[in-house]
Every structure is written in structure tokens, then in C-alpha cells.
């Protein structure tokens, strides 16, 4: 089955406490990016990948990392977690190298930073 | 920054009725219009999209207005039924950057029988 996959789903931590994300897609997509989902702010970009070893800051990428090693996994890292990281996150992918190609969304992962 | 404003935040609708969603934007180098749904638990999905080469788009009971002049665009649930009962998110995608992608704030649409 196409999909996108996140790990973990859920997650609980403290402020200080490195933590990371996976995302992986099994439809050989190039493009990849990492959203956050905040009540009445919507869905803002954190990071986007273009291909392998290329990557863009979007308009939300303080306190982020990524990394994009191999084409299917786009790992999501927070070096310092903070509290105002707590939030729904989306990893997406798209088939033709951009954005604006259908971007297919995984289940996303609730963090919550105490 | 750029910018799209999404409304209302939240629609009541009674089933078979007309859902309408409406987005404005600023940036005049926006050239992509999605429209995604998300369900409760769920990642969002594409559901319809449109470029300002055409002023309508329709998709089965979906439907996608644009006006180029007045900087907006908006979604038309025709005979909206239950099953329709998701949040909307707008989108944009600059000319310049067909990398980025800039949603509205969403709209918690309900459809009562």
C-alpha cells in the first residue's frame, strides 16, 4: 500500500530532551516536506527536500532540523524541545519534485513538551 | 509574510444544503490554489485545485470559484452530505517557489441529517 509513515505517533517528553521523528514514504517521491498543525494557525511548513541531500527552511523552521540521507525517509529532529513545539505534526510527500505536485500526508504525530 | 486568510473558522450546514469557504490572499505571485480535507485522527488530502487560468473548477459535488481581481477563491459544497463533515484547509503556492506551500487556518465543517 502507498503511504506515508510517521514514528511515533504519539509522544511525550521534557524541555531539553533531543528527540527526532521519522518519516518514510514508499512511493519513490522526491519531494518531501514536514508541516506543524496548531489550533487556529493551521498548517505551516517547517522544512521541505527537493531530492536527496537538498533541502529549504519553510516559514516555520526554528528549533528544527532535517535531514534527507535516502529518497523514502525525511527525519524530523529537535535538538532542544521547547514547550511552544507541542503540536500536531505532518510529514508529506509528492511524486514530482515540488509542492505544488499532490502532496500525500501521513498520520501525523502529536507531541506534547512539558 | 505571506499570507492566506481562510473563513469562517467553523459551518453548520443541514444535509443537503450548500457548504461555501472562502480565502483571500495577498501575494499576487500565488499561482496554485489547493483545497485539503482532513478528517478528525487523519493527515489532510487533496480534494480539488485550480490556477488563475480559469475562473471555475468543478469535481463532482465540489466545486472551486476564483477571482483573480479580488485576490480570492473559495470552495462550494453542493448537497453536502454527513460524510462531507471534515475540516477544509485552503492553500497557496507562490509562481516563484513551487516548492512552498502556505495553508489558511482551516474550517471545521458540520453537516447535520
Known amino acids: 500500500e502507498a503511504q506515508v509513515t510517521q514514528n511515533p505517533r504519539y509522544l511525550i517528553t521534557v524541555t531539553g530532551k533531543k528527540l527526532t521523528v521519522t518519516c518514510s514514504q514508499n512511493m519513490n517521491h522526491e519531494y518531501m516536506s514536514w508541516y506543524r498543525q496548531d489550533p487556529g494557525l493551521g498548517l505551516r511548513q517547517i522544512y521541505y527536500s527537493m531530492n536527496v541531500e537538498v533541502t529549504d527552511k519553510g516559514d516555520v523552521p526554528e528549533g528544527y532540523k532535517v535531514s534527507r540521507k535516502e529518497k523514502r525517509n525525511f527525519p524530523l529532529i529537535l535538538e532542544s524541545p521547547s514547550p511552544n513545539q507541542t503540536s500536531l505534526y505532518f510529514c508529506a510527500s509528492a511524486g514530482g519534485g515540488r509542492g505544488t505536485d499532490t502532496q500525500y500526508f501521513g498520520p501525523g504525530t502529536r507531541l506534547t513538551v512539558l | 509574510q505571506q499570507q492566506v486568510k481562510q473563513s469562517p473558522q467553523s459551518l453548520i450546514v443541514q444535509k443537503g444544503g450548500i457548504s461555501i469557504i472562502n480565502c483571500a490572499y495577498e501575494n499576487t505571485a500565488f499561482d496554485y490554489f489547493p483545497w485539503y480535507q482532513q478528517f478528525p485522527g487523519k493527515g489532510p488530502a487533496l480534494l480539488i485545485a485550480?490556477?488563475?487560468?480559469?475562473s471555475e473548477k468543478k469535481e463532482g459535488r465540489f466545486t472551486i470559484s476564483f477571482n483573480k481581481s479580488a485576490k480570492q477563491f473559495s470552495l462550494h459544497i453542493m448537497d453536502s452530505q454527513p460524510g462531507d463533515s471534515a475540516t477544509y484547509f485552503c492553500?497557496?503556492?507562490?509562481?516563484?517557489?513551487?516548492?512552498?506551500?502556505?495553508f489558511g487556518t482551516g474550517t471545521r465543517l458540520q453537516v447535520f441529517p
Open positions: 485550480i490556477r488563475p487560468d480559469v
Open positions: 492553500a497557496a503556492s507562490p509562481s516563484y517557489n513551487t516548492d512552498k506551500l502556505i
